[in-house]
């Protein structure tokens, strides 16, 4: 229905501090409904209007707040060699910076 699409848009919101926590929640609650290339235009365009700076403007999808050092960060894939079979079989996600971008969405 249109209202759960409204309130599962703005669930991104309510925790937001500071406004540029609160672009990332547009950016997120509401671009999540959009194919790839529209939300990077939306995304492009909400961080315009805001007046927020962000570290990769080519990129504006593959960032997130940092709040210990107040300010915008990509996001980095770094890859890690586990050693044991343990370790492999509980990590079964493997953190790119497409997994990671995708989970900041799902989690408001």
Known sequence: TRMGLVMSGLSHLGMATNKSEFCLGL???LG???SKESRIAYATEVFKLCGEAIPDARRPLDCYWDPERNCFDNYYY??????SI???????MVPTIDVQRNVDIMRP
Do not use: H
Request: hydrophobic content about 30%; glycine content about 6%; proline content about 0%.
């Open 27 to 29: 950016i997120r609650g």
């Open 32 to 34: 999540s409904y959009l």
């Open 78 to 83: 770094t890859m890690k060699l586990e050693s």
């Open 86 to 92: 343990e370790a492999l079989q509980s990590n079964q």
